[in-house]
């Protein structure tokens, strides 16, 4: 990507020059030789260009027309406008359309076949697919996944465009919106990470205790088992116990003498 935007900043700053050194009908030959380039897709600093903006109310405006038409419109706007625009040229044409495909990008991450093929004027799925892999995806300017059971183009990722007149404060309002919900997310990732660090700490602290505890009944097990222990010790040694209880059997008994 960094590639294809230093490209297009080669490419743009090249016009630019062009174009300030130029008027009246040559300048319409510099805009349609931009248009036409098969690596540009922004034009607005073209259209910043003094002489560019000089053509308007002139016998040369309709290239400022179609200037504005590749910085902002779509290939239906040109058709539904093209008695008051230059003829297009093939490269001009394909441009076009791949400028129309990025503008359907900005507001729909999944793009139906039918949708696609009315805007760009494509009559079958081979064709549009074909133009997707080779003429969009291919150039860099989107990527995506063709799912043809669906038949749709889902957009991962889309070139912009030059920003239309009046747009700068919607896109303003919406960074602004997308950097308070990433400040939302952010504090609550952290309240999260807060939470489960204090859940550790007394997950530890409680398998802390049960250890102890089970030290504790251990040594206390341990110390019954050893009171019993001496305890039978003290039995078994006592005088007149087992031992006593032995010596009094193997002992000889006196006998009786019959009654007679």
Known sequence: MMDI????????????KLASGQKGSALGSVIVEATSHPSLFAFSEILAVPSVAKLEGTENSVYLELLRLFAHGTWSEYKSNSGN??????????KLKQLTVLTLAETNKVLLYDQL????????????????????MYVGIVRGKLDQLRRCFEVQFA??????????????????NWLATSDNLLFSIQEKI???????????????????RAVEVKKSLSLKADVDFRGLEEIYSEPGGVMDYEEDRSRPKRRRHPIS
């Open 5 to 16: 935007e230093r490209k297009q900043a080669d490419l743009i700053d090249h016009f630019v």
């Open 85 to 94: 625009l230059p003829q297009l040229v093939p490269d001009q044409v394909l």
């Open 117 to 136: 093929m009315l805007e760009l004027d494509v009559t079958n799925v081979r064709e549009l697919e074909d133009f997707l892999i080779n003429d969009c």
């Open 159 to 176: 070139g912009g465009r030059d920003l239309r007149p009046g747009q700068l404060g919607s896109m303003i309002q919406t960074l602004s």
């Open 194 to 212: 807060k939470w489960a660090d204090t859940m550790s700490e007394l997950d530890k602290k409680h398998q802390k205790e049960v250890e102890d």
